[in-house]
């Protein structure tokens, strides 16, 4: 049997990579960025609420204040789709679209192909593997990962490739929201 990927690496399939990547591997670092960044902005407009001498005044400071808060609230509320668009800016031309082969009969490693070659990856270098609504995640280290579309899966079902994927990496899959 061989289970088939035609993935295209667009923003949508890198925000959700982002996403895996931060709500597993980086999941400790993440809350700590999180909760800096919040009281960062609290911080922000506390004190630019606290340092106004005359009741209405606005100063060009508290402006900075305010707008330097506001670049790090759309960070943390964006983070996934920041990270996604820096993702798909530091990727290879040729690799925007990738076909990956999982052949039952090969123990230890899948093939993966795009328009610049062809890879084969080990099973044992899959950090962990991730599944969102529309996506396999596999993740290769804190900064690195793959994407599988579902709805691109041929040779069997996606019951048969999570059972696969599980024995192959004997690692049990995570679900991602």
Do not use: P
Request: glycine residues 4%; hydrophobic residues 45%.
């Amino acid at each position: 049997m061989r289970f088939t990927f035609e993935t295209d690496y667009h923003q949508k399939a890198l925000s959700v990579m982002a996403r895996c990547i931060r709500k597993t591997v980086r999941r400790s670092k993440s809350k700590r960025s999180h909760i800096f960044g919040w009281l960062v902005v609290a911080l922000a407009l506390l004190l630019s609420f606290s340092s106004s001498e005359e009741a209405f005044a606005i100063t060009a400071k508290e402006i900075t204040t305010w707008i330097t808060a506001l670049v790090i609230v759309l960070a943390l509320l964006f983070e996934d789709q920041l990270n996604g668009y820096f993702a798909r800016k530091r990727m290879l031309k040729g690799t925007e679209k990738a076909f990956a082969v999982f052949d039952t009969e090969k123990q230890d490693s899948f093939l993966s192909e795009t328009a610049i070659g062809k890879t084969e990856f080990s099973y044992s270098g899959i950090l962990l593997v991730a599944e969102t609504e529309k996506y396999f995640v596999f993740l290769l280290s804190a900064s690195h990962a793959q994407i599988y579309d579902k709805s691109s899966l041929t040779g069997g079902t996606v019951d048969e490739f999570r059972t696969f994927i599980t024995e192959r990496t004997d690692k049990e899959i995570v679900f991602v929201k």
